[in-house]
């Protein structure tokens, strides 16, 4: 059973930083693109970044000049290095793939949520 776990959220004054990753397992085939989504109180989750096997990334303009999203493919883990931070950024952040497990089509896999708190 493929499972993404993440780790590295918590609470951090504004300007800091936090990085954040987020490791697939199991009986994995191919990871297609890997990302990081977020959910605030009382809003939608909203794609946060994206990035390719190849490395190409995709960013939401509110995080742009401020995270960094980066794989190892070899290890199928995917990071999110996140600088000057906001309160703004307070959100449950998501690990997000779409892979191909052994003998299943391909599907989107997500973690659990880590806690991201930033203080003003």
């Known amino acids: 059973q493929v499972q993404l776990v993440e780790s590295g959220g918590g609470l951090v004054q504004a300007g800091g930083s936090l990085r954040l990753s987020c490791a697939a397992s199991?009986?994995?085939?191919?990871?297609?693109?890997m990302g990081w989504y977020r959910q605030a109180p009382g809003k939608q989750r909203e794609r946060v970044a994206t990035?390719?096997?190849?490395?190409?990334?995709e960013y939401v303009d509110s995080v742009k000049g401020r995270f960094t999203i980066s794989r190892d493919n070899a290890k199928n883990t995917v990071s999110l290095q996140m600088n000057l931070l906001k309160p703004e950024d307070t959100a449950v952040y998501f690990c997000?793939?779409?892979?191909?497990?052994?003998?299943?089509?391909?599907?989107?896999?997500w973690g659990q949520g880590t806690q991201v708190t930033v203080s003003s």
């Open positions: 997000h793939a779409v892979l191909t497990e052994q003998g299943r089509p391909t599907d989107d896999y």
């Open positions: 199991g009986n994995i085939f191919w990871v297609n693109d």
């Open positions: 990035i390719t096997p190849r490395g190409d990334a």
